[in-house]
């Protein structure tokens, strides 16, 4: 009965390691593909986020081509903005659930732009799409890309090109997985190897069992006679005798062998040790065990090899398989509340560029190249600080904007341009090097984000709370009136504080850190004066100041407290004029004024103009709070000799 049941185990072991083993063996494709057909060629394919949607799971586009194929995703709305005036397929889902293909021609999607090409635009045939900061990713590669694991989210799209002036790769296919796991294959193998071991030891014990019974049996003698007493008296003498003789014989009592005669001649001269029997018997009695034993190994080991060779997807999965949300803070957002101009990781991507690019400049004294990256004061600086390190060759390379630790991102939320963002970062690790607060705007689709403020914040300084970056925040209007001072006239009014002091009407709304900034340049103004004197100059020359703010508007960004961060730019001119027309003005030891000007003294005068790029807090209206200066940036912006 035990073979039966060991054949059993083996028939049902066979099944279930066989149903195991076909799970995976037969297993379907783990992907689900889509090619788009496109039949009319065009220099850029526009893939809506609903075509990567179509199917559940993460998406994977897949574009063969010959050459450097370029991929690249942002805001629907942005990329439709950016491709206004260029041919492209659009791609889009149909009312079936199939990909429907549409030419867009430059010419039907002009009168929809937001804006014309911009200064930087090039002919609609040949944008290259490389480089742009409108993407909130990119990626290229040659001949075959493969952007795989994508989930995008609603309201954005996907743009496949080549440089934008031959027509784009038209072999695109759109891949989701599909779900091949096998929970039962591993349990399934795993309780065929179970079943395979208990058979092995079935086995093992019929062979057992057999053995055991299989001793000789030969046929017994008959039935004897029933004995009976024999009456010795009456036999003869001779047997009498016999009989009587033998009785007398002493029989041994202990049939024990001694010691002196513990090897015992078994036969024909063979001499067993009793100890050595005991170990034979004993090995005997061991040999099934380490049998039965030696036959599970191959049964545990197989066991083993399959449920190693199974991976996570031949095993059920257990538990949740998405982890509860934490609980974070409730932010309402305004119903009519516009996307952030950009996402906080493609702001820091930017400003890595961005600082990449300024580097590379100052290197090279490029001011074409700097000016791909600067505007406004920012670039005003560069051109001055280039001009001079021309000529003085020891001037030091002005250091690189920090991107290490961006600690603020701050969007404007819109979808319209020209778009500002507002940023605070500094050196990782290194106190030395102050913080720096920036402000960098994107005039139209096609141009990249420029720097145009720029200034270091003091260590005394606090940062005002801000919205988050995927909330983003608005400008304050010029004059808006919602604030303690309207933000264009907030550099008037500084100019006014550093002209007058004490004496000026807005001297108290402003913080100490401001006053101090202002005593400084009136003390600055002081020493210029003083100098002249020091050198006799004081009676035949004399000095004027002026600080006014630039053409440049400022730039307002709101708080979380209905307060706003300013940005404004200055500029603090100092005059030297002889008293006489006898009198020239020289200019000494004063290096950059020679090198600017190309002359080392004037008969009508000097006048020289430096810069303050500054960042203000303004509170709201009806606060009690002053304004807070926040950051502050000086260069020398010329040197000119009056004519």
């Known amino acids: 009965m035990r073979f039966v049941w060991a054949v059993v185990a083996f028939v049902l072991a066979a099944v279930l390691i066989g149903a195991g083993i076909a799970q995976r063996t037969f297993v379907g494709p783990d992907s689900q593909q889509t090619p788009v057909e496109i039949e009319e060629p065009a220099p850029f394919v526009l893939l809506d986020g609903d075509v990567l949607r179509t199917n ?49 021609s430059a010419a039907e999607d002009a009168d929809e732009a937001d804006g014309g090409a911009g200064e930087e635009g090039e002919a609609a045939t040949g944008r290259d799409p490389r480089g742009s900061d409108l993407w909130l990713d990119s990626f290229e590669k040659e001949n075959r890309l493969v952007a795989d694991n994508m989930q995008l989210p609603e309201g954005t799209s996907m743009l496949v090109a080549y ?57 017994g003698p008959g039935p004897l006679p029933a004995t009976e007493p024999i009456d010795i008296a009456v036999l003869p003498p001779e047997e009498r005798a016999a009989i009587e003789g033998s009785a007398e014989t002493p029989t041994s009592a202990d049939p024990t062998p001694s010691a002196d005669t513990a090897d015992t001649e078994i036969e024909e001269g063979e001499i067993v040790d009793p100890k050595e029997n005991d170990s034979k018997t004993s090995m005997r009695a061991k040999t099934p065990a380490r049998r039965r034993r030696l036959l599970a190994i191959p049964a545990l080991g197989l066991t083993a090899l399959l449920a190693a060779g199974c991976s996570a997807d031949s095993w059920p999965q257990f538990g949740d398989a998405s ?159 919602f604030l303690t001072l309207p933000p264009a006239e907030l ?102 004024a020679k090198a600017l000007t190309g002359a080392t003294e004037s008969a009508k005068g000097v006048e020289t103009t430096y810069e303050f790029q500054l960042f203000f807090s303004v509170p709201a209206q009806g606060s009690t709070e002053q304004i807070r200066l926040l950051a502050v940036h000086q260069d020398l912006l010329s040197v000119k000799v009056i004519k």
Request: charged share 20%; hydrophobic share 40%.
């Open 491 to 592: 550099a008037p009014a500084f100019a006014d504080v550093v002209d007058s002091g004490e004496k000026s009407e807005f001297y108290g709304l402003f913080d100490d850190l401001a006053l101090n900034l202002a005593t400084s340049i009136t003390d600055s103004r002081q020493a210029v004066v003083k100098g002249l004197a020091d050198k006799g100059a004081s009676k035949t020359s004399k000095a004027a100041f002026d600080m006014a703010p630039t053409t440049d508007e400022p730039i307002s960004m709101t708080t979380l407290d209905s307060g706003a961060i300013v940005a404004v730019s200055l500029t603090d001119t100092e005059t030297v004029t002889p008293v006489s027309s006898d009198v020239v003005i020289r200019f000494g030891d004063n290096a950059q």
């Open 56 to 104: 559940p799971g993460v998406q994977t586009l897949i574009v063969r081509g010959q050459g450097d194929i370029f991929g690249s995703y942002g805001r629907t709305a942005d990329m439709e903005a950016w491709l206004a005036d260029s041919d492209y397929n659009h791609v889009t889902v149909d009312d079936d659930g199939g990909f429907a293909v549409e030419h867009v």
């Open 163 to 219: 440089d934008g002036t031959k027509d784009a790769p038209d072999d695109i296919v759109v891949s989701w997985p599909l779900d091949t796991s096998t929970p039962l294959a591993g349990p399934l193998m795993v309780a065929g190897g179970v079943v395979l071991l208990i058979g092995l030891v079935l086995y093992v014990l019929g062979i057992r069992h057999q053995r055991r019974g299989r001793g000789p049996r030969r046929k």
């Open 323 to 481: 982890a509860s949300p934490s609980p974070s803070p409730t932010v309402i957002a305004p119903d009519n509340q516009k996307p952030p101009a950009v996402t906080e990781s493609q702001a820091k991507r930017i400003l890595k560029s961005v600082s990449d690019t300024v580097v590379e400049a100052d290197t090279a004294l490029d001011l074409d190249l700097a000016s791909t990256r600067l505007a406004g004061p920012a670039l005003a600086a560069r051109t001055t600080e280039y001009a001079l390190r021309t000529k003085l060759t020891d001037m030091a390379v002005p250091a690189a904007i920090p991107t290490d630790d961006v600690e603020v991102v701050l969007p404007e939320a819109t979808d319209a341009w020209p778009r500002t963002v507002l940023m605070l970062a500094k050196t990782k690790g290194d106190d030395t090097e102050p913080p720096v607060v920036l402000t960098m705007t994107q005039a139209d689709p096609w141009s990249n984000y420029k720097v145009s403020n720029m200034a270091e914040m003091s260590a005394d300084a606090v940062f005002p709370d801000v919205a988050a970056a995927w909330l983003g925040t608005s400008l304050v209007p010029s004059d808006s009136a």
